[in-house]
């Protein structure tokens, strides 16, 4: 389906715009006539510009819980969906925002389901929720799970947003250090240089050292910067798309147990939440192991999904693939056999959670000394470097 962008003013005299899939050029423009836009400029996006139309979807998928909450609230208030939709439209101040939902809404008018038109927008809507929206709008509870999604993904956000806080303030003052180091090394240290010369004393190892250090920062120091981001780039690219290099490096990551908890606390969560949304057992393993990084993880558990669908209970598949903590495996078979398999993998992860924000927390306390000694050592090393000499020239011009 071909991609349009367009330029109009709406009923209020307003200027809109927008980018929209349709079938041809005159459907959509029909569409926006009974949206009550009147069509000034309209053109096909070439298909390179894809990419952009991807990153800008990504980035409004941090709007995504609040559209799903106030959608739930306008159904449960006895609104249809289509004049919720032009409703929160209507109220969006992002122009990329009220463009993608009055995409959608262009989409439901056209006789798609709400699923349907979440889905034709590329990377705005995880696939998981709108498979859980499909099975909503099978059973006629949208609004019960809008409002489900929404405050799961609040909770969510809530847990990782401690720690993502607790690591502002480390980070910060890592960083401030860096560049004040940097400017004094590339140059401070290179002026101070001149009076050693002109005095034709001895240099001190360390100065020299500081020296030495100081001219090629200030010489080099782009360049070096450019090639270890270089570095990165090269090794993260490597990492994507070499399997052997990924599942190697995932497989070691994940026996570490902070990482493991933390991957384990995120996986079961997800599982637990579309459980409670009458998602079969295994929709629920694909679509959680979808959205996880991990390659080991993902592959063993595509393993249990084929186990599942050959016959195997959920407890004697994650069993058989042997790479789940014991605690993980044995929770799972108790589920299992309580009928309250959700409920236990919610608990489990919390668990898991606890202890990762805990550990998180620990080594954040940890690492803010050591920074501040790491860059007091730095900058004491330059101040003696410096100061030592220049106070040794300071005595000899003295004494003379």
Not at 17 to 45: D, R, Y
Not at 127 to 156: P, Q, T
Not at 198 to 206: D, E, N, R, W
């Amino acid at each position: 389906m071909p991609t349009y962008s367009y330029e109009g003013i709406n009923k209020k005299g307003e200027k809109v715009s927008g980018i929209k899939q349709c079938h041809s050029e005159k459907a959509l423009i029909s569409t926006l006539i009974n949206q009550g836009i009147f069509v000034e400029k309209i053109k096909e996006v070439q298909t390179k510009k894809s990419l952009k139309r991807w990153l800008i979807s990504r980035n409004l998928r941090k709007y995504l819980p609040d559209i799903f909450f106030q959608l739930a609230l306008l159904l449960k208030s006895g609104i249809s969906l289509s004049s919720a939709i032009q409703t929160l439209a209507d109220s969006a101040i992002n122009p990329r925002l009220k463009a993608i939902l009055l995409e959608i809404l262009s989409d439901i008018s056209q006789g798609n389901k709400f699923s349907s038109a979440l889905g034709n927008i590329s990377n705005f809507c995880p696939e998981i929720y709108i498979n859980m929206i499909v099975v909503a709008e099978a059973s006629g509870k949208l609004d019960d799970i809008l409002m489900n999604i929404a405050n799961y993904e609040e909770r969510k956000n809530k847990a990782y947003g401690k720690i993502k806080s607790a690591l502002v303030y480390p980070v910060t003052v890592l960083m401030l250090g860096m560049g004040v180091l940097g400017f004094l090394l590339a140059y401070v240290v290179p002026k101070i240089q001149k009076i050693f010369w002109t005095a034709k004393k001895q240099i001190p190892l360390s100065t020299k050292i500081l020296i030495v250090t100081g001219n090629f920062l200030k010489h080099y120091g782009l360049l070096l910067a450019v090639a270890l981001l270089f570095l990165v780039f090269l090794l993260r690219l490597i990492y994507i798309k070499n399997l052997k290099v990924r599942r190697w490096v995932d497989t070691k990551l994940y026996n570490i147990e902070f990482v493991k908890q933390s991957i384990l606390a995120r996986f079961s969560d997800l599982v637990a939440f579309q459980l409670n949304q009458a998602i079969s057992v295994t929709k629920a393993l694909e679509l959680s192991s979808k959205t996880c990084w991990n390659l080991a993880l993902r592959e063993k558990v595509l393993e249990m999904i084929e186990l599942i669908r050959s016959g195997y209970s959920l407890s004697r598949a994650i069993k058989k693939v042997e790479f789940f903590p014991e605690i993980f495996v044995a929770a799972v078979t108790t589920g299992e056999k309580s009928g309250n398999l959700s409920e236990i993998l919610a608990r489990i992860s919390a668990f898991y959670m606890r202890n990762t924000e805990n550990a998180s927390m620990k080594f954040i306390s940890v690492l803010e000394p050591i920074f501040i000694v790491f860059i007091g050592a730095i900058v004491g090393f330059i101040v003696l470097s410096i100061m030592g000499p220049l106070f040794q020239i300071n005595t000899f011009i003295s004494m003379k």
